[in-house]
């Protein structure tokens, strides 16, 4: 049916099968049947890649100007390269309210602490909109971790197009925002509900057998009520029966389940193939308890970290859409369809389906943990890896005329960024600190308790052969507007129930669908440089 409109490198990643070359007989074994869904663009497949824990001036503080020192991958940027909202543009570069200046992190620095992402240490690091209170606030640094030599103030450091280069290379040839913004406050669980429903309410706090947490309110976890209220912090999902690693005493080893709908439903309401593919999401065996064990797991220089991170998947927090024993799909043709995985697989299932010619409609893409970019056990070259072989993969399918690759980031780590956008959901809860203690706005203005936000500024690329070309959009959009183009591209309706996707900004100013030029860009998974590219 025609449409309406008329990133220790490589070798890790043999894991999952990851191919750059796809199989010569392709064309022959393409059995594609997302097209025959009725869209409102000409795109049929939405490939959302959602990473971890970056703000927009961490990785384009300085966009597109970079150092380039002798030695590390260069970046020069197109003369026609339009101007962003960065430390540049503002002069806060050199002249900033923070107690520690903004400064550059090296090629070789790519490893660094992890960051306070807490959603009230957030807020206190925005201190009113004056934005000059994150070193205090949401700043980490040593011992046990690289700082770069300014302990809390390390939380001011930003990487160039020396080491995110793929990321400033996709920015020249395809569209980027610098107007994108964490849906609210928090930490990564926070940000992947507002992916998939717009809404962090309502949670509900469940027992967990394994160390013995009763339902309660444990602080940063829930923000209104007793048992349940919003969903301010990082949990574990409550439909999920693979917990090898529970942290214990911690936010991390309660459990939570959602109610109302998410994006799954409405897609499942239209049978449109979907699926969520995520790093280390295979059953490896059973723990000593004999619940099911998620046992993979990848070593890199700053350690070694589980491939499966529970409170990452989203989808297992609501029982429509939970496979809580992780079976596998019942065939590989049945990718993306409703069987007993219930469209939640390991990640090399996506690459089985591409490889095979049946890629989803939608889906939304998680790397391993050592590939998702969050600092602390992860890295920006390490990410770079995941995110060009995966683009590069799809490139050289026969369903990339008609693909959309959003890349995306859960929260912002609290890195710094200068950018604060206007409030668009008050809160009044003990968590808050955006205005003043318990004060996120103004009481009477309504609002929900714990939804704070919009949150921090994170960066947002669409790749895409309709994507405008070194194009920056400035309108604003948050987390759920990847979730309104997706409702509004198979006409599913909204989720309601006081979902942010009524309000959010929508991604249309990053398309030209009267442009099918089919562009490709394909770049080199270790420097992020250019291989090749036609149009």
């Keep these: 049916m025609i449409h309406k409109y008329s990133r220790c490198l490589a070798s890790a990643l043999t894991a999952f099968a990851l191919t750059v070359a796809m199989p010569g007989n392709i064309l022959a074994q393409h059995k594609n049947d997302a097209g025959k869904f009725e869209t409102t663009t000409p795109i049929k497949h939405v490939v959302v890649i959602f990473q971890e824990n970056v703000s927009f001036d961490h990785y384009f503080a300085t966009y597109p100007h970079a150092t380039n020192p002798a030695g590390e991958p260069a970046f020069h940027a197109k003369d026609d390269t339009p101007r962003t909202n960065n430390l540049l543009a503002g002069g806060l570069l050199t002249e900033n309210p923070n107690s520690t200046q903004p400064f550059r992190l090296d090629h070789s620095e790519a490893v660094t602490c992890d960051q306070d992402h807490n959603y009230a240490d957030e807020q206190k690091a925005f201190d009113h909109g004056l934005m000059d209170k994150f070193p205090e606030s949401v700043g980490v640094g040593g011992p046990g971790c690289f700082d770069a030599g300014k302990g809390k103030g390390l939380v001011m450091g930003y990487f160039d197009g020396n080491t995110v280069t793929a990321l400033w290379n996709y920015a020249q040839h395809f569209a980027m925002s610098d107007n994108s913004f964490s849906t609210n406050f928090g930490p990564s669980t926070v940000g992947a509900i507002n992916l998939i429903s717009g809404n962090t309410c309502c949670a509900t706090l469940l027992p967990f057998a394994a160390d013995g947490v009763t339902p309660g309110n444990p602080k940063g976890n829930i923000a209104a009520g007793v048992n349940s209220g919003a969903l301010v912090g990082d949990v574990r999902p409550g439909f999920d029966n693979c917990l090898t690693t529970p942290i214990l005493g911690t936010a991390k080893s309660t459990r939570v389940t959602f109610s109302g709908l998410n994006v799954g ?7 449109i193939t979907w699926g969520w593919f995520q790093g280390g999401f295979v059953v490896t065996g059973k723990n000593p308890d004999g ?24 989808f297992q927090f609501y029982q429509s859409t939970a ?17 007993q995985a219930n469209h939640q697989y390991d990640l090399s299932d996506f690459f089985t389906a591409l490889n095979e010619g049946r890629l989803p409609a939608v889906s939304f ?95 947002l690329l669409v790749i895409s052969p309709y994507a405008k070309h070194n194009y920056v959009d400035h309108r604003v959009t948050d987390q759920s507007s990847i979730l309104r183009f997706i409702e509004d591209n198979w006409e599913l309706g909204r989720i309601g129930n006081g979902s942010f996707d009524e309000k959010a900004g929508t991604l249309n100013g990053f398309f030209d669908f009267d442009d099918a030029r089919g562009h490709k860009l394909i770049l080199d998974p270790a420097t992020g440089q250019p291989l090749s590219q036609a149009d």
């Design 265 to 271: 439903d409405l897609l499942n309401t239209k049978n």
């Design 291 to 314: 619940s099911i064990a998620c046992g993979n797991s990848t070593t890199l220089p700053q350690g070694t970290k589980s491939d499966y991170i529970p409170h990452h998947q989203p």
């Design 323 to 339: 496979n809580p024993n992780h079976l596998p799909a019942s065939d590989p043709a049945l990718i993306g369809k409703t069987d």
């Design 365 to 459: 893409i998680k790397a391993k943990g050592a590939f998702d970019g969050h600092a602390g056990y992860s890295d920006p070259l390490n990410e770079q890896t995941f995110i060009v072989q995966t683009l590069n993969a799809l490139q050289q399918s026969p369903d990339w005329k008609e693909t959309a690759v959003i890349i995306a980031y859960d929260d912002s780590d609290g890195w710094y960024d200068h950018a604060m956008d206007v409030v668009v959901s008050q809160s009044d809860v003990s968590d808050d600190n955006l205005t003043g203690p318990g004060a996120c706005g103004v009481t009477a203005a309504g609002g929900t308790p714990g939804r704070c936000g919009y949150g921090p500024r994170q960066p």
